[in-house]
């Protein structure tokens, strides 16, 4: 029964600025929700539906609901998700937790801003690298407190979604060509065969975990300065389920397809430094397919909305979901990846140029950046900007930190992925071991070197603030000494801006 005739009243009710102590109310609908906003809180009603994928048909049911989505929420969004109450009937008065019969139950939240959640901030250009960071580091954390859960149901549950992908695309043939269609299935059908034992692995190792589900950037939303997910999805465990990386994907897919490399590959390098997950390197040979799959599920969706949609609408629609679906097609067969080793003294800007080149190099969402000072830090098991002595520069710590680094380059690339190691490399032998071992696994190795004079390097390093690399003006100077021996990487002056340099790196790479 349409949810206007069982829930009228209720809706009625929560409508009237009377209920809400004279606060105005501003009621927001969806296929299987009504929200209703007055002052500093929102009551979210799940509507008296029934569809394949949900059933809130009866009132114990969607309680259960409720309940589910309260839970599920919880983790990413403890100040938002407040509690669940009944909505009561005493005679013929209606309340918000009162004390006659509940007669359907809501989802208690903090309101919040509509308009400051990270798809309006991404349409006005606001969503910059200090809020991908932010981002990256709050899904890491939500990863890492989810709850396991078991692996083979979310692996069938996969191998469906790709077939009812299918069913979807060819069912659509006006909006969806054939052809393609059939070649993505098929990509999509080897990808999950090739990985099936990296996954079994990865869920052995309790990486299949309870995620968001949903993770777009319309579901997160900034509350007191921080981003803040939420709506993920209760009504499925399975869709809610998957590998970390899955859930990741959908917001990397996202963030992608509005056209922000940039943000998409601060949040992947971000995440990945996060969970300091060695084994995460490995596991980069799924992301194709995860970020293929988000997109192939969202063109799928999206066409669905077309047999509803006002003729005015369709077009619109039928070219989103055609946009998401070549991005699904792109996705699933990524071009080789990049190595690239950026070298030069201290102040030459190397970090900023990996920064700036990462986005840049495919596949999708851009190069793993290696920096050796944060693998420094790292070995010596302190803070990535904690600053160490002197003393633990030694040639010893100097030769595993670079051992480290070119071990991680190459488990990226080997994954599929473009990697890009950042490091002084001013020692002839540092730069002969990062080709022998390219060159051992098969991978070539673009070698570019930075060079700026010493005013330009010392007035650099004493900008820096809250960075991972311990080198000031002295260790700028010190290494003027240094015989970098020849050089057979490409040198590039980095003298001038970081735009120009940045544009100089491109252009020797080709890219």
């Not at 900034?222 to 959908?250: N, Q, R, S, T, W």
């Not at 509005?258 to 490995?282: I, Q």
Request: hydrophobic content about 50%; charged content about 25%.
């Amino acid at each position: 029964m349409p949810a206007t005739d069982q829930q009228a009243d209720v809706f009625a009710f929560l409508e009237r600025a009377t209920t809400h102590a004279g606060e105005m109310v501003r009621r927001i609908d969806t296929h299987a929700a009504a929200v209703f906003l007055a002052g500093e809180r929102a009551y979210k009603i799940k509507r008296a539906v029934r569809f394949p994928f949900l059933d809130y048909s009866s009132l114990e049911k969607r309680k259960a609901a409720c309940e589910a989505e309260l839970e599920v929420n919880k983790p990413f969004a403890p100040a938002i998700y407040l509690g669940v109450v009944p909505i009561t009937r005493d005679g013929a008065a209606l309340a918000i937790d009162g004390d006659g019969e509940p007669v359907e139950w809501a989802v208690l939240m903090r309101r919040f801003d509509e308009n400051a959640t990270l798809d309006h901030l991404a349409d006005r250009g606001a969503f910059d690298a200090t809020l991908a960071d932010r981002l990256a580091r709050v899904v890491a954390s939500a990863h890492a407190n989810a709850p396991v859960v078991a692996a083979e149901p979310w692996f069938d549950a996969l191998s469906r979604f790709i077939e009812q992908n299918d069913e979807a695309f060819r069912q659509n043939a006006a909006t969806f060509d054939a052809g393609a269609a059939a070649e993505l299935t098929r990509r999509t059908r080897a990808a999950f065969v090739r990985q099936r034992d990296l996954l079994v692995a990865r869920g052995k190792a309790g990486l299949v975990r309870q995620g968001h589900g949903d993770l777009h950037l319309g579901n997160i939303a900034m509350i007191d300065g921080a981003p803040v997910p939420f709506d993920a999805i209760e009504f499925d465990p399975l869709v809610a389920a998957g590998d970390v990386f899955y859930d990741l994907a959908f917001l990397l897919m996202d963030l992608v397809d509005r056209g922000l490399p940039e943000a998409a590959n601060v949040v992947f390098n971000r995440y990945l430094l996060g969970t300091r997950r060695a084994d995460d390197l490995d596991a980069l040979a799924a992301l194709p397919l995860f970020l293929s799959l988000r997109a192939a599920i969202r063109a799928k969706v999206t066409a669905a909305r077309l047999e509803t949609a006002k003729r005015g609408d369709r077009e619109k629609i039928a070219n989103a979901a055609r946009a998401y679906f070549r991005l699904a097609c792109d996705l699933i067969a990524p071009p080789a990846p990049k190595l690239v080793a950026i070298g030069g003294l201290s102040g030459t800007g190397k970090s900023t140029i990996a920064r700036g080149l990462a986005p840049h190099l495919a596949p999708a969402p851009g190069a793993v950046l290696v920096r050796s000072d944060v693998e420094r830090k790292m070995l010596a098991g302190v803070g990535e900007i904690e600053r160490l002595p002197v003393d633990a520069y030694t040639k010893a710590s100097s030769r595993d930190v670079y051992a480290a680094i070119i071990d991680k380059a190459l488990r990226v690339t080997a994954a599929g992925h473009s990697a890009i190691v950042d490091a002084v490399f001013a020692d002839p032998s540092e730069r002969a071991d990062i080709q022998a071992a390219a060159a051992q696994h098969g991978v070539h190795l673009t070698g570019i070197f930075l060079t700026a004079d010493l005013a330009t390097r010392v007035a650099r390093v004493g900008q820096r603030a809250a960075d991972a690399s311990d080198a000031d003006a002295q260790v700028a100077r010190q290494q003027e000494a240094y015989d970098v021996g020849a050089l057979e990487w490409t040198e590039v002056d980095a003298s001038a801006s970081a735009e120009e340099t940045l544009k100089r790196v491109r252009t020797a790479l080709g890219v």
